[in-house]
């Protein structure tokens, strides 16, 4: 399972090829997280739902406001990335280090991102009917489970 | 403090034992993070408690439902999670780079994790009475400000 | 934009002084957000809010509590970190793997930090009136987007 000759050559650099397809990924889901900032924001404008006393000046309201279902369902998208997104970007780069097949790897780190794009697409953006959201989640939450197993039977030894 | 003779050779790669330590535990404890989702939702069912109208029909329900204890105390757990874990596993990352002591990095990695899983046990598994959940969170909570300090003074005149 | 000479030597170590800048700040980082923590520990404590039953005993109250304004405010701005301090961290360690410019690097990270720093300060130890948090969060959202931007450009052909 592990490649002993690329072990030579740094795997978490620009040489390696699998590292730039993990870069150009990992950078486009923390771009697409950051934009949950946005549009929960924008939410709050609309349904002048604010948190905190100190914004209130900005959509001209007069109290604060929780449990607008339409900021509701934003936050969760948000707090689903961080569940997510962010073990599958720290998995994937502990996968890439453990030098797998550069085909597979390139391959479960594009589905893997991707099902996380449409994952926010069809939760926050256009909600769908289920079971899309799930099929997107249980594609992601299987990569990373798969990339697990593989860097602990790599790693076994180093328990 | 720091270990020039080791600094040639690539800290963060799989010929460096420590970084094989750091991935085995740290797929362990993503592995346990992807599993509270799993918890999440098995509470949800058996509780009836979807926070998306279009989940209703997985468990057949008329009417979105928050706030349920069981539900709620898995996700104290997730949500601690990521306000620890996350960081755990970048600190610890960071570490590793900055050629600790071997040995002393295997062990604070090792305790570290094991507290980790054994807080979402007394957590969300079989909740124990304090401070059983108190005593793991902060074996962790102290491991990663040591890691913290220790990497700070290693790269103070990077300032 | 890529500067081929320097990618012989490994970026994502200590020989790099952008790399140690890098370690340093994001320690800090993450030594505030586990400060978060014992704030949110000292709310709980001081306005009697706690949320598990079995924690009720530490501060010899009855009843579980939730929504109290402050403790709420901080949760939040906690929320908060880990939807950007965690995101800023792991772009950052992506856009040093790309050997950018270093001083235009060095720059980015010292600012994008700093103002996380202070974003938590405005929010959570004195709340001061808008845009004073706008700002600070917007300064690390604008040093992302620039950073995962770079990062795309470079590994765009890896996509």
Redesign the interface.
Known sequence: M?NENM?AA??????N?V???Y??W???L??K??F??LLTARQRIKTKSF??P??L??GRCTDVRFNDPNV??VR?A?RND???V??F???SL?YV???PHPLTA?MLI?IGASARLLHTIVYAVL????PT?AICFFIT?GI??F???Y??I??????
Chains 1, 2, 3 share one sequence.
């Open positions: 592990e072990s740094p795997l978490l650099s620009k040489s090829p590292f730039c397809c870069l150009f990992s950078s486009l923390i771009l997280m950051l949950m900032a948190a905190n100190e914004d000046r900005v509701e369902r969760r948000h961080l569940e997510n962010l073990p970007l720290l998995m502990a280090a453990c030098s390139k594009r909600p769908l009917p289920q959201r939450f990373v489970c990339e697990a197993i860097v602990i790599c790693s076994i030894k180093y328990i």
